[in-house]
């Protein structure tokens, strides 16, 4: 494979997914520069208003397949019918690249690398190691980058990865196959959500250094639909995933922390609550006990949260615990 050294891959079949939006000025330029080693590109229209469809058309590339949507699906609704197309065309690796020309075609050797060895199931781009060029991305995107990251490691489990919102990532065709695409959110959660589906499988996960790029692209994304969308999202995806990987895979010391922690907590905030709002009411002062039976459950559970997100951190998938593709895919 061209790009990628003397790395065991000369027959692997990479299919680039390309997801389209109102991208005309871009997509002819970036179906160009992917690279000839990549056997398939699958460009995805999700409903553009603009002339992407007709561009589209216009490309004379023997690589290329496209899809086109009837009704607008999101970002990740368009991934998902590329995926869908590579799995349908036997590819080995599916790549998601934009179709707006933010993502570097010179990055794709890197991002297959781990993929290629056998050392991750999962590949995604983490523009947060290059400080010079991170001084390119908008201010507003880096600092809402940093308090998401650490949402997404709570709720996904991989606590060793970064920038969850990069969308440059890659695939092993076998563990795709085996995801529930029908619980990957189709807009602006998707990759927080398809770290949570590939942490239930057990699949591995690892970044890629690359640097951060930004043109005459505009992002569809706004901050008041991430703060309106994303909070109910994260806890739904960290519930999900506590029950599939902690309660139904596996039920262990970490899922007694979290089930003993919980009530006490709630309890000990519950009840603290309740005797400081009738003690304000009526004047009286709580007595000592009354402080100490709201604290301590309080605490005790607290502590018993904090032991279970230890465990976590020490229970992220990782190649030394065998691959991702073992086991039967799982439905709920």
Same mark, same amino acid.
Request: contains cysteine; proline residues 5%.
């Given at each position: ?26 997509? &002819?330029?970036?179906i160009?520069?992917? !690279? ?5 590109? +699958?460009?995805v ?13 216009? +490309?004379?590339?023997p %690589? /290329? ?5 009837? %009704? #607008?699906q999101?970002v ?32 794709? !050797?890197?991002?297959?690398? !781990?993929?290629a =060895?056998? $050392? ?12 010079? %060029?991170?001084?390119?991305?908008? &201010? ?12 997404? &490691? ?5 606590w060793? +990865? ?9 695939i092993?065709?076998?563990?795709? @196959?085996?995801?529930?695409?029908? &619980? ?11 770290l949570? $589906?590939? #942490? ?8 890629? $250094? ?6 005459? $692209? ?6 008041r #639909?991430?703060?309106?969308?994303? *909070?109910? /999202? ?19 010391? /970490?899922t =007694? ?5 919980? *009530?006490?907590v709630?309890?000990? =905030? ?9 003690s ?16 301590l ?9 904090? +032991? ?19 086991? @039967?895919?799982?439905?709920?």
């Amino acid at each position: 494979m061209k790009g990628l050294g003397a790395l065991p891959s000369d027959a692997l079949h990479v299919a680039v997914v390309l997801p389209c939006f109102n991208v005309e000025r871009h997509i &002819k330029r970036v179906i160009s520069s992917v !690279p000839e080693f990549v056997r398939t590109v +699958i460009a995805v229209d999700d409903h553009s208003l603009d002339g992407t469809r007709a561009a589209l058309a216009a +490309i004379r590339d023997p %690589r /290329l397949v496209i899809v086109m949507h009837e %009704r #607008n699906q999101g970002v990740g609704g368009a991934v998902l019918s590329g995926y869908q197309a590579a799995l349908e065309r036997n590819a080995d690796v599916c790549v998601k690249m934009d179709g707006d020309g933010q993502m570097s075609p010179d990055d794709l !050797p890197a991002l297959l690398q !781990p993929i290629a =060895l056998g $050392e991750a199931d999962y590949a995604k781009g983490n523009r947060f190691h290059d400080v010079e %060029r991170l001084a390119t991305m908008p &201010k507003m995107r880096l600092v809402g980058n940093g308090f998401l990251s650490f949402a997404t &490691k709570l709720v996904s489990g991989y606590w060793s +990865i970064f920038d969850p919102t990069n969308g440059y990532t890659a695939i092993r065709s076998e563990v795709l @196959r085996r995801l529930d695409m029908t &619980k990957i959110q189709r807009r602006y959660f998707f990759e927080t959500s398809m770290l949570v $589906e590939l #942490n239930i499988l057990g699949a591995v996960v690892q970044d890629v $250094e690359m640097p951060a790029r930004y043109g005459d $692209e505009t992002s569809s994304l706004r901050i008041r #639909n991430v703060l309106a969308q994303f *909070p109910p /999202l994260l806890i739904r995806g960290l519930l999900r995933r506590f029950f599939w990987r902690y309660m139904i895979r596996d039920f262990n010391a /970490l899922t =007694l922390c979290v089930l003993a922690g919980v *009530p006490l907590v709630l309890f000990g =905030l519950v009840f603290g609550l309740l005797r400081w709002w009738q003690s304000e009411a009526s004047g009286v002062p709580a007595t000592a006990g009354t402080v100490i039976l709201a604290a301590l459950p309080f605490l005790v559970g607290f502590q018993c949260l904090l +032991i279970a997100l230890v465990l976590d951190t020490l229970q992220q998938p990782s190649r030394t615990g065998g691959p991702a593709t073992s086991g @039967r895919s799982r439905s709920s």
